[in-house]
Structure formats: structure tokens, C-alpha cells
T-cell receptor
Framework: AQSVTQPDIHITVSEGASLELRCNYS??????LFWYVQSPGQGLQLLLK??????LVQGIKGFEAEFKRSQSSFNLRKPSVHWSDAAEYFC?????????????FGGGTRLMVKP | KAGVTQTPRYLIKTRGQQVTLSCSPI?????VSWYQQTPGQGLQFLFE???????NKGNFPGRFSGRQFSNSRSEMNVSTLELGDSALYLC?????????????FGQGTRLTVV
């Protein structure tokens, strides 16, 4: 079955510093990949998605992600972090459980931003 | 346009009781998926409904069920509640579902079983 791994459970960065959140996937074909953000007490908001084409994907709030097939990775980046970016981030892949498609999520990375 | 609305936002139930959660998708969206989020297991897929039919189901016991109405609103029901059912239940609506179009999530229903 397809799976997603986010190796970092917690990350702390200083405001203004750059950010990279790691995501590795397990999937044989070209995956459909997503990054979502969840603020405390809120649902998930889509930051960006990759279906095909250009491997560098731009999203909302200044985020981007790069699909690297050779490394089975889809890391999320932001050049300069703002305090409001503190949240939990989830990488997800469209997977199939023999009954149909669904989103399979990684365990999440909680981002803390130091002033 | 209005987003995905989940009601109620918070629930406290006793073990053995049953509970019904509601999800109103974005207008025009025909797919509604449900997810359970817990600190230990993360986000897990429960089921997806499309045009009033269950199209896919995750690995949850039969105590978890759902349905979708003709207006695409969906409900999920959990019977004979257990302490381990305490979680944030999220629903997501999308045009066609299956991860092929963007999924919009509601704010969730926080269920506490005591």
C-alpha cells in the first residue's frame, strides 16, 4: 500500500529563517501529492499539490515544494518563516486500497516559530 | 462561497452510547470523505460517499457507518462508543473525490467519550 513518511515530528525555526519540511512517499507510479496545514482547533487547508508536470510547485502563503522521483521525496519549503506559520503540516498521497482512491497522510510535522 | 460545515463542533458522550455527526459540503461538491484524527494514529480514512453511495471504506469496525443524502450532506454514526473513539472527526468535500480534485476540509467535530 502507498504510504507517506514525515521524518520530523517537531521542528523549531526562528522567525525570518528558511524552512524545509521533509516528506517521503512509497508509490510505484507517479504519485498525486499534497501538503496541508492545520492550525490548532482547525481543519486542514491545502497549501499545494503535485499531479504532474513541473516538479517545483508553488502554493499559497509563500510555500513551495519540489517533487524528486529519484529520492521519493516531496519536501515543503519557505524562504522566510513568519510567526503565523506555526502549525502542523501534513504531507499526503492519493492511495488505493483496492476499493478506491483516498488520501493517505503522513504523521505530521509540528512547526514552532521562535521570535 | 460557504465552506464545509461540520456540526456539532464538540461532543461529550458516555461509553456505550451512539453519536451522529453531520457534514455539509461545499455547494456543487458530490464527494464527502470522513477522517479520524488522533494523537496516536494520526489521520485515518474512514469512508467516502459519492452521489449517495459509499464508494470506499477504510479499515474501521462496523460500528462506524455513514450515509449521504440527495443534497450531498453526509452523516456519520458511531454506535456503542468506546473510549478509543475519542478523536477529531474531519470531513472533506470535493467535486469528484478520490483525491483527484482538491479536498476542502471542515473544522471538525471533537468527540470525547467518557
Amino acid at each position: 500500500a502507498q504510504s507517506v513518511t514525515q521524518p520530523d515530528i517537531h521542528i523549531t525555526v526562528s522567525e525570518g529563517a528558511s524552512l524545509e519540511l521533509r516528506c517521503n512517499y512509497s508509490y510505484g507510479a507517479t504519485p498525486y501529492l499534497f501538503w496541508y496545514v492545520q492550525s490548532p482547533g482547525q481543519g486542514l487547508q491545502l497549501l499545494l499539490k503535485y499531479f504532474s508536470g513541473d516538479t517545483l510547485v508553488q502554493g499559497i502563503k509563500g510555500f513551495e515544494a519540489e517533487f524528486k522521483r529519484s529520492q521519493s521525496s516531496f519536501n515543503l519549503r519557505k524562504p522566510s518563516v513568519h510567526w503565523s506559520d506555526a502549525a502542523e503540516y501534513f504531507c499526503a498521497v492519493v492511495s488505493n486500497n483496492n476499493a478506491g482512491n483516498m488520501l493517505t497522510f503522513g504523521g505530521g510535522t509540528r512547526l514552532m516559530v521562535k521570535p | 462561497k460557504a465552506g464545509v460545515t461540520q456540526t456539532p463542533r464538540y461532543l461529550i458522550k458516555t461509553r456505550g452510547q451512539q453519536v451522529t455527526l453531520s457534514c455539509s459540503p461545499i455547494s456543487g461538491h458530490r464527494s464527502v470523505s470522513w477522517y479520524q484524527q488522533t494523537p496516536g494514529q494520526g489521520l485515518q480514512f474512514l469512508f467516502e460517499y459519492f452521489s449517495e453511495t459509499q464508494r470506499n471504506k477504510g479499515n474501521f469496525p462496523g460500528r462506524f457507518s455513514g450515509r449521504q443524502f440527495s443534497n450531498s450532506r453526509s452523516e456519520m454514526n458511531v454506535s456503542t462508543l468506546e473510549l478509543g473513539d475519542s478523536a477529531l472527526y474531519l470531513c472533506a468535500s470535493s467535486l469528484v473525490g478520490g483525491g483527484l480534485t482538491e479536498a476542502f476540509f471542515g473544522q471538525g467535530t471533537r468527540l470525547t467519550v467518557v
